[in-house]
């Protein structure tokens, strides 16, 4: 008989594992709260631009091409993915540059020109970069941790690649100027992760993107979304938009289906959440196992939260990179307050999203599309008021900062506008504290210590996405599918 899953939450996490199992064989329905797939990668389209929510940097092509090549099929057909160069333009106060791509020469004179001295320990620092990522995303990025005896097994290489270690303390050890510490240490951030104190195992992400690139998908993060979709439909998969999970049922130690808000019963033989993992269990699950696990998740770390402002602007912008961070004058003590002390401080860091400039067809003619992101604290630790006056003000100050470093007379010619809170997150994904990224890839909440791609008690219930292992980041999400893929596979 034909297995049946159901997949709760059509993110990348969802989409992908969805597309697995759908390929082996096992009828598979996703259900998804919002009315378009993505999950957090979401879009609008408003005044004619079109504004993706997030993630906005592709690395890694070969993990997503692989759910293509299941079924014989090429992902291009879908998906248009068009090199970004450089991968990411960063600025400084002072108003130093340093344009980051895997242009081996380009980059080398790059770090000559602010540090001479620091070229022969890049090279180290790269050396150790290749060795994390063979044995913390070859070997075990797509591996289930079910018992401790699995983390015992990777001791070795942690132990070995100083994992108790922080990124930004491994590149201090190789490179001394300030700012190729933080150009080499920001990508953390991008995955939810204090450079500070984040494992420097995820070092890893210089190599994944010095040996597969930066990547976007004409038409925006959604165009991806959109390829993976009509993938599975193709193969003959579900996907049920705009009527969210009530609960998960339940009986004895096994999940037998979900109802929705809307009154739909889904039966299944199992049942993978890709949805915020306090939500899962704690709100959906009809089994005294949500309770106790909710319990132990809100004792954990979470990541941080994101304002993003979204604006469509007058003119064109060929200066202005893809991809730009503008570091703010603190490094450290900005990190601790968005991770320790919950302070919403005035001196941001900003990512700036310019995708107009790899695809214009994502603005009108003679426009541009923009965003600006600012890393915050979550809701648990700043108190900040996001839906009203605070609010404004903050968007008003990250614009009034994107004028002056780098879109002179911004103000006058914004067209559209509009931003996304912590508090939208909360709403509009349930995430737990309105964290943009699960749970905080700190050491001892990864692997065995993350949850379990599959429920310990519950033994045909499954996670995926940034909650499980390996984490965040489009890579990290699709790397978790294939994990849980293969348990829910070899399940009977």
């Given amino acids: ?203 890893l992400i210089h190599t994944i993107e010095k040996d597969g690139g930066v990547w976007f998908a004409r038409g925006g993060t959604n165009a991806l979304v959109g390829g993976m979709v009509r993938l599975f439909e193709r193969l003959g998969g579900s996907l049920r938009l705009g009527d969210p999970v009530a609960r998960i049922e339940t009986t004895g130690n096994r999940a037998t289906g979900v109802t929705t808000q809307g009154g739909w019963h889904g039966a299944a033989d199992m049942v993978a959440c890709n949805g915020d993992l306090m939500h899962s269990y704690r709100d959906l699950l009809c089994h005294a196992r949500g309770a106790k696990v909710a319990k132990g998740l809100a004792r954990k770390r979470w990541s941080p939260s994101l304002f993003v402002v979204h604006f469509g602007v007058q003119g064109e912008y060929p200066d202005v990179a893809h991809h730009s961070i503008l570091f703010g004058p603190r490094y450290r003590g900005l990190l601790d307050d968005i991770y320790s002390n919950g302070v919403v401080a005035g001196d941001f860091s900003l990512y700036l999203h310019h995708p107009s400039i790899t695809d214009p067809g994502l603005a009108p003619p003679g426009h541009s599309t923009f965003y600006a992101l600012a890393p915050v604290a979550h809701l648990g630790k700043a108190k900040a008021d996001w839906d009203g006056a605070f609010g404004k003000r903050f968007a008003d100050a990250i614009l009034d900062e994107v004028e002056r470093r780098v879109l002179p007379g911004l103000k006058d010619r914004v067209v559209t506008r509009f931003y996304y809170t912590p508090a939208d997150f909360g709403r509009d994904l349930s995430a737990h504290l309105g964290s943009a990224f699960s749970l905080e890839p700190l050491l001892w909440q990864s692997a065995w210590f993350r949850a379990h791609n599959r429920d310990d008690a519950i033994e045909n219930l499954y996670f995926v996405g940034a909650g499980t292992h390996p984490g965040a980041g489009i890579p990290g999400v699709v790397g978790s599918a294939r994990a849980t893929a293969a348990l829910m596979l070899e399940s009977r």
């Avoid at 969802?14 to 378009?36: F, H, N």
């Avoid at 991968?87 to 400084?92: G, I």
Wanted: charged letters at 25%; a negative charge; one cysteine or more.
């Fill in 1 to 203: 008989m034909t297995r049946r899953a159901i997949v709760v939450g059509a993110g990348f996490g969802g989409l992908a594992l969805a597309i697995r199992l759908q390929s082996a064989g096992v009828e598979t329905t996703i259900v998804e709260a919002r009315d378009k797939p993505g999950g957090r990668a979401y879009h609008w389209e408003k005044d004619g631009f079109t504004f993706d929510a997030g993630p906005t940097v592709i690395t890694d092509p070969p993990c997503l091409q692989d759910l293509w090549a299941l079924s014989g099929r090429d992902m291009a057909a879908d998906v248009d993915l068009v090199p970004v160069m450089p991968f990411y333009r960063l600025d400084w106060p002072d108003g130093s540059r340093f344009d980051y791509s895997n242009d081996e020469a380009a980059l080398r004179a790059e770090i000559e020109r602010l540090h001479p001295a620091d070229v022969a320990g890049y090279d180290r620092f790269l050396a150790y970069s290749r060795g994390v990522y063979e044995q913390g995303y070859v070997k075990l990025g797509a591996v289930a941790f079910l018992d401790f005896a699995s983390m015992i097994r990777a001791a070795p290489a942690l132990m070995k690649y100083r994992a108790w270690r922080s990124v930004y303390s491994i590149v201090s050890s190789y490179v001394e100027d300030e700012r190729l510490r933080q150009a080499l240490s920001f990508h953390t951030l991008l995955v939810g992760g204090n450079p500070m104190t984040t494992s420097a195992i995820y070092a």
